[in-house]
């Protein structure tokens, strides 16, 4: 199966550059938003913003917040129209309601939708009983009913004025109106489509059912209700003497959001902002930009805060009424929704305290505090202050995956922060909403379960991108509230009550530095999971059961290479390795069939607990139902061949190849022979030359986990079959005996090059035969990776990539000629699979992580 994985590592490689893209596009994009925010933004002062404000009309904000809960009605209707199209399966239209609305209302304040948005709907959906399919499904038609009603609504808004949209955009009339006739007339024809009966769309490997007429046009509604009550949320807001015809709004408003979603910052940060302002020509008014504020306020915040504080009552409730069984399934649903709006609430805490440290002082706070407390205890709460906002950005990742030394440090810091508040400034606004985060903490304390060390809250590159934006905005944001301030050398060292400016100069040097380590410290180092190492010594009670097992491969686990997992009852273990994020098990659970099914679960708790991608390699067709109801993807990879013993034997025409080999081999003067495990040991020294033979024509290393590894010890815990010629091992296989006699199988097949042309055949012929004799029931020839896979068009991807892999990977790996060798013995072909988290979109990461454990490392996966 290792081979399988380095087939895919030139893809894998040229997927982790392309992954980069996004985020750097990311920044350039920001970057570009943030220098056009700032030229606009030249003669504006914070103070007009503020007014601005303050004197936009009660009855305007009101009816802002009216159209956002309608907004979030139409949000909450794609993941139901989804739900109800595409998936044949357990989940009420309210738990779809509630996944629509909550995903967006993450995805919306942090950016990155699929990371947050995305991660919400998983976990609720999976909690609900959906695999990562059909979460694909529900999340592809949500989002294509947004892009369905944005066009719809632009086009008939270019339909209708194309005259006033190119006054505002500088394109033709022309050109307007035909944008218009194309965005309906392909939406038109989209709906005719569908209407004909069952669609499918193909788009490169992968098939997605299409809707039907009728759900389409409600899509078509709902993603229109969606795009109209957004943007009318942010119209009702700008001042009357500024806000443009509303067919111009409605085009500019769609470029700003497609803009900002490609930015991934948080909502679009910036981004929409430049773009929106831009394209409607309203550079050096306070006015749009407190309008803007509020929009955030209203728009991102105020759902984000909401969510949070009806979770939190839902748990109250809980806690208090002592719930009952049947609403188990509601609990679980909102347990599963904490962990992504915990890392929104804490990386907001952190937005609010970097906002902060930017932010002039009201003069009557600083009085205030100039007679109760110190001037160095203000400026040095204002440093700590940024460190924590900094720092707050780098633990919400975690919270996001459930570790616990994320909520600690959490808890921790939003309490530290909220002090740090009220002793720099007298923020008590700051302090009350970093207070409201730390009580939210505490009451879900429960969803935090999984263990972790510092080390795991590391931020990736994605989230290090993240964290830049949001820092880079608070480095404008602070440039443009003192940008009329006389920049001096003096500027730094001016320790003074009324010292704004000056705080915040020192705050960003502090930022910076706290920042660059972070980074550093995340590149150089990259997680690193350590390797269990061979020579384990092999615990009695899993030798006993091992030899126990009617299941030859159960003899893996005296590698010594593997940790185990035991039973309770001691009737059954579980090997496994861990390899990246991936915990490993090789194989079915040995042992009793009840405890080996509590233990496969035990398994896939302890991956959960470390905050792990669990993995079950090489299993059988037996224990698919068990996988399945873990919620795991199974992924063919390849068949088994095993000779039924009783119906084997040289006689007939089939048989005739065989018997030349036999009849060769004696005429060779090859004469086969079983060694007990007891004089395994003498003969040692001559298998470990036919070894280091075998191993230097192939210029290969010795491989694991799945595969034996010759070492002495190893060999010598088997009997070993042997090929002679004149008295001396040409070739050895040490044989695997399952119990009752139920199967025998060979491991380690290794010969002297040159010794005979038909050795390894003639050594397979004699230990088949040999079997017979000794009255086994079946014999293993072992794997034929991607041997099986189907090719039709509606197969999985991953499928119909083993089966290209299989057809014209002969230059990496003899794959059809494998299958080929062992088809000469007619077996009878067994499917194995690979059980996973994750889906077809892990698997590649996942088969590295595989084929790291065989290979003793990611960078032997290269070699042969």
């Known amino acids: 199966m290792e081979v399988q994985a380095e087939h895919l590592l030139p893809a894998r490689r040229w997927a982790d550059r392309l992954k980069f893209a996004g985020p750097i596009l990311a920044v350039g994009v920001l970057a570009m938003a943030l220098f056009v925010l700032h030229?606009?933004?030249?003669?504006?002062?914070?103070?007009?913003?503020?007014?601005?404000?303050?004197?936009?009309?009660?009855?305007?904000?009101?009816?802002?917040?009216?159209?956002t809960g309608v907004s979030?009605?139409?949000?909450?209707?794609?993941?139901?129209?989804?739900?109800?199209?595409?998936?044949?399966?357990?989940?009420?239209?309210?738990?779809?309601?509630?996944?629509?609305?909550?995903?967006?209302?993450?995805?919306?304040?942090?950016?990155?939708?699929?990371?947050?948005?995305?991660?919400?709907?998983?976990?609720?959906?999976?909690?609900?009983?959906?695999?990562?399919?059909d979460i694909s499904r529900v999340v592809t038609i949500a989002w294509a009913t947004f892009w369905l009603g944005t066009g719809l609504v632009v086009g008939i808004v270019l339909a209708i004025d194309p005259g006033g949209v190119a006054r505002v955009t500088g394109l033709g009339?022309?050109?307007?109106?035909?944008?218009?006739?194309?965005?309906?007339?392909?939406?038109?024809?989209?709906?005719?489509?569908?209407?004909?009966?069952?669609?499918?769309?193909?788009?490169?490997?992968?098939?997605?059912?299409?809707?039907?007429?009728?759900?389409?046009?409600?899509?078509?509604?709902?993603?229109?209700?969606?795009?109209?009550?957004?943007?009318?949320?942010?119209?009702?807001?700008?001042?009357?003497?500024?806000?443009?015809?509303i067919a111009s709004f409605a085009v500019v408003y769609a470029a700003a959001l497609t803009a900002g979603i490609i930015a991934h910052t948080?909502?679009?940060?910036?981004?929409?902002?430049?773009?929106?302002?831009?394209?409607?020509?309203?550079?050096?008014?306070?006015?749009?930009?407190?309008?803007?504020?509020?929009?955030?306020?209203?728009?991102?915040v105020l759902p984000l805060l909401l969510a949070a504080l009806s979770l939190a009552g839902v748990e109250i409730a809980r806690r208090r009424a002592h719930i009952a069984a049947a609403s188990q399934s509601v609990t679980r649903v909102v347990q599963a929704f904490v962990p992504p709006l915990a890392g929104g609430l804490v990386f907001l805490g952190g937005v609010v305290l970097l906002i902060s440290i930017t932010l002039p002082h009201s003069g009557f706070r600083l009085d205030f505090l100039a007679d109760v407390v110190p001037q160095p205890f203000v400026e040095a709460s204002h440093l700590a202050a940024s460190v924590v906002g900094v720092l707050l950005l780098v633990i919400a990742r975690g919270l996001i995956a459930r570790l616990a030394p994320a909520w600690n440090a959490a808890v921790v810091l939003l309490a530290a922060g909220a002090v740090f508040s009220l002793v720099k400034g007298l923020d008590w606004e700051e302090a009350i909403i970093l207070g409201a985060f730390t009580a939210f903490l505490v009451i879900f304390r429960d969803a935090f379960y999984r263990a972790g060390r510092v080390q795991d809250l590391r931020p990736s590159?994605?989230?290090?991108?993240?964290?830049?934006?949001?820092?880079?905005?608070?480095?404008?944001?602070?440039?443009?509230?003192?940008?009329?301030?006389?920049?001096?050398?003096?500027?730094?060292?001016?320790?003074?009550?009324?010292?704004?400016?000056?705080?915040?100069?020192?705050?960003?040097?502090?930022?910076?530095?706290?920042?660059?380590?972070?980074t550093v410290d995340a590149v150089i180092n990259r997680p690193r999971r350590a390797r269990h190492q061979a020579g384990t010594e092999v615990p009695d009670e899993i030798r006993a059961l091992v030899a126990a097992s009617p299941k030859p491969h159960a003899a893996l686990a005296l590698l010594g290479d593997k940790r185990f997992l035991t039973a309770d009852g001691g009737k059954a273990f579980l090997m496994y390795g861990v390899s990246g994020r991936s915990w490993i098990a090789?194989?079915?659970?040995?042992?009793?069939?009840?405890?080996?099914?509590?233990?496969?679960?035990?398994?896939?708790?302890?991956?959960?607990?470390?905050?792990?991608?669990?993995?079950?390699?090489?299993?059988?067709?037996d224990h698919l139902p068990l996988y399945i109801d873990m919620g795991l993807s199974l992924h063919k990879i390849g068949e088994v061949a095993r000779v039924d013993l009783a119906g084997f034997s040289l006689e007939g025409s089939s048989r005739q190849e065989l018997r030349y080999v036999d009849r060769r081999a004696t005429k060779e003067g090859l004469s086969f022979e079983v060694l007990p495990k007891a004089a395994v040991a003498a003969a040692v020294g001559d298998l470990t030359r036919v070894s280091d033979a075998w191993l230097d024509t192939r210029n290969a290393k010795e491989k694991g986990f799945s595969l034996g590894a010759f070492s002495p010890g190893y060999v010598a815990e088997f009997d070993c079959a042997v090929m002679k010629k004149d008295g001396r091992i040409v070739a050895f296989a040490n044989l695997w005996r399952g119990a009752q006699k139920a199967e025998l199988a060979i491991d380690l097949m290794r010969y002297e090059p040159g010794a005979s042309k038909i050795l390894m055949d003639a050594l397979l012929v004699r230990i088949l035969l040999y079997a017979k004799a000794e009255g086994y029931r079946w014999f293993n020839l072992g794997a034929a990776p991607l041997s099986g896979m189907p090719t039709h068009r509606l197969a999985p991807a991953w499928n119909r990539l083993g089966a290209l892999i299989f057809r014209h990977g002969e230059k990496f790996y003899p794959f059809e000629g494998l299958r080929a060798f062992k088809e000469k013995f007619s077996p009878v072909w067994q499917p194995q699979y690979i059980a996973c988290r994750g889906g077809t979109l892990a698997l590649p990461q996942i088969l590295v992580d595989v084929a790291a454990l065989i290979a003793g490392g990611r960078l032997e996966i290269i070699r042969k």
Request: glycine content about 10%.
């Open 39 to 67: 030229r606009m933004a030249q003669e504006i002062h914070i103070h007009e913003i503020k007014a601005a404000i303050l004197n936009t009309p009660l009855w305007h904000i009101l009816l802002a917040i009216a159209f």
């Open 72 to 133: 979030f009605m139409a949000l909450a209707a794609y993941d139901v129209l989804a739900v109800r199209s595409s998936v044949d399966g357990p989940v009420d239209l309210k738990t779809a309601a509630f996944a629509g609305a909550a995903g967006y209302a993450v995805s919306n304040a942090l950016g990155f939708p699929i990371m947050t948005g995305g991660s919400v709907r998983y976990r609720l959906y999976s909690a609900a009983g959906l695999n990562v399919a």
């Open 173 to 245: 009339r022309g050109i307007c109106l035909a944008i218009a006739l194309a965005l309906l007339a392909v939406i038109g024809g989209f709906v005719a489509w569908v209407s004909t009966g069952d669609r499918t769309l193909n788009l490169f490997s992968f098939s997605i059912a299409m809707p039907d007429r009728r759900t389409v046009l409600a899509q078509l509604a709902a993603g229109a209700i969606d795009f109209v009550t957004a943007g009318a949320t942010l119209y009702v807001l700008l001042p009357h003497a500024v806000a443009p015809n």
């Open 266 to 300: 948080p909502g679009g940060l910036g981004v929409f902002e430049a773009t929106l302002i831009t394209g409607l020509g309203l550079a050096g008014t306070p006015q749009v930009l407190g309008s803007l504020i509020l929009y955030r306020v209203i728009y991102y």
């Open 461 to 518: 590159f994605r989230w290090l991108i993240l964290m830049a934006s949001f820092i880079a905005v608070t480095m404008w944001l602070g440039f443009f509230f003192y940008r009329h301030v006389e920049y001096s050398n003096e500027l730094w060292w001016d320790f003074a009550w009324e010292g704004n400016a000056s705080r915040f100069l020192r705050a960003l040097v502090f930022i910076g530095m706290v920042a660059a380590i972070i």
């Open 586 to 621: 090789m194989g079915d659970a040995i042992g009793d069939g009840a405890q080996a099914a509590d233990l496969t679960w035990r398994f896939r708790e302890l991956a959960d607990q470390r905050a792990g991608r669990v993995v079950f390699y090489a299993v059988g067709a």
